[in-house]
């Protein structure tokens, strides 16, 4: 089934620890997203990648960072996790940056930092 | 700055009509997204507007005014299974997605 593979589905995380959340999609999409989603705030983009071997940050990138080695993975690392950084994360992906096909999302990571 | 308002929540009646309002401020504009979150799954793709005007697409209609920087949605026929969030998302000129909190929506029986 063409989509997104999110990794892992959820994650209890100790403050300080790194941690690397996968992204794989297998439509080869160009730009691909990665967002976070907390109660009461809109879905917040962290760093994008509009195509292979570039990436761009989002409006909150702090903390985070990205890789694009190839069309299908993107994956996000925390360097050292804080407790605000607990959240529901969401990757997605467009054919094109500015697509208006719409975004298709994984199913998310859940991270709870402790 | 960039701005995306929509209501919290709303409550509907099984088979009743619900509009779901969202008014956008951003730098540039590339169309309006709506899109379906149920509750602990992603967000799934619904519409996309860009000329002022009314999109029908089956029980799902989406409108826009670009003037106004108003957009709605509108549910006609009710479900159960139409319970979710709906986010309103506007692209500005640098092809980004600026989101809203989100529209919790509850079907009443």
């Known amino acids: 089934i063409a989509g997104i593979t999110q990794a892992p589905t959820s994650q209890i995380l100790a403050a300080g620890r790194r941690m690397t959340l996968r992204c794989t999609q297998d439509m080869r999409h160009n730009a691909m997203y990665w967002y976070r989603q907390d109660l009461g705030l809109g879905l917040r983009l962290i760093h994008y990648?509009?195509?292979?071997?570039?990436?761009g940050k989002g409006e909150v990138p702090d903390g985070y960072s990205v890789s694009r080695a190839n069309t299908d993975d993107f994956p996000l690392t925390l360097a050292s996790a804080v407790p605000s950084q607990t959240s529901v994360y969401f990757c997605?992906?467009?054919?094109?940056?500015?697509?208006?096909?719409?975004?298709?999302f994984g199913s998310g990571t859940r991270l709870t930092v402790v | 700055g960039q701005n995306i308002d929509q209501p919290t929540e709303m409550t509907a009646t099984e088979g009743a009509i619900v509009q779901i309002n969202c008014t956008y401020q951003?730098?540039?504009?590339?169309?309006l997204f709506w899109y379906q979150q149920h509750a602990g799954e992603a967000p799934t793709f619904l519409s996309y507007n860009v000329l002022d005007g009314l999109e029908e697409k089956g029980r799902f209609s989406s409108f826009l005014s670009r003037s106004k920087g108003y957009s709605y949605l509108l549910l006609k026929e009710l479900q159960m299974k139409d319970s979710a969030s709906y986010l309103c998302?506007?692209?500005?000129?640098?092809?980004?997605?600026?989101w809203g909190a989100g529209t919790k929506l509850i079907i009443k029986p």
């Open positions: 997605a992906s467009s054919a094109r940056p500015g697509g208006t096909d719409g975004y298709t």
């Open positions: 998302a506007a692209m500005d000129s640098n092809y980004q997605l600026i």
């Open positions: 951003t730098s540039g504009f590339n169309g």
């Open positions: 990648s509009n195509t292979a071997g570039t990436t």
